[in-house]
């Protein structure tokens, strides 16, 4: 007879798998994915390394998990603001300055997100993070164009374009230095304007 886990054993396994998968995260915040090496997960959680690899595979699946958490909370955050109703240009600037603000505030974490080194896994991860939140962007500006807020454009074009700005000029490679701190709300208010005028071909 197959041997079939117990309730009991299965909530010990989804326990683990959480600590797992908070402590990376904690750890990727306070020091990017270089500082989340798996022994100090281990140690962390409390747990034997075997058990990480239990639940997951490799380093690179970790990390890549951690992408897919944060993003999915993100992106949720992002959603509820997109499908609030009201006008469309007030609902893209709250949706981009949320997003913008809740970054910089998580600073290292949010570099890890989007731009430090990582695995093609990783990677992969990023780009469904992207997508996602590309979806939601452009269901506002579907709205807004429908509405006549937005001149007419294409829209997914315009959402990856506007995705783009905003990743870049948080935390890739070309964003200002001086993010954190007094110079975040100044940078925040920059990207949200640029992105207001580019989708309307109007001043912010």
């Known amino acids: 007879m197959p041997y079939r886990r117990t309730d009991k054993v299965e909530a010990r396994l ?4 959480e600590r797992i998968l908070g402590t990376a995260r904690q750890l990727v ?6 500082k989340a090496q798996i022994a100090a997960v281990a140690a962390m959680a409390e747990v034997g390394v075997g058990t990480i690899y239990r639940h997951f595979p490799s380093k690179a699946d970790l990390f890549a998990e951690v992408v897919s958490a944060v993003s ?13 109703g009201g006008p469309a ?10 997003f913008a ?8 974490l949010a570099n890890a997100l989007i731009a430090e080194p990582a695995e093609p896994a990783v990677d992969e991860a990023r780009l469904r993070y992207r ?3 590309g979806r939601s962007i452009a269901g506002i500006l579907d709205y807004g ?6 001149p007419r454009q294409d829209v ?11 990743l870049e000029g948080l935390v890739g490679p070309l964003a200002p230095s001086g993010q954190i701190g007094r110079d975040g709300p100044r940078l925040v208010d920059a990207i949200v304007a640029f992105c207001l005028r580019a989708v309307s071909g109007s001043p912010a």
């Open 14 to 17: 989804a326990s683990d798998r």
């Open 29 to 34: 915040a306070e020091g990017g994915f270089r």
């Open 72 to 84: 999915r909370r993100e992106v949720g955050i992002v959603d509820r603001i997109a499908e609030s």
């Open 89 to 98: 240009t007030p609902r893209l600037a709250d949706a981009l300055r949320t």
């Open 101 to 108: 603000t809740r970054a910089l505030r998580s600073g290292r």
């Open 131 to 133: 997508r996602d939140l």
């Open 145 to 150: 164009i429908q509405a006549g807020e937005f």
């Open 156 to 166: 997914d074009a315009s959402a990856a374009c506007v995705v783009g700005a905003l």
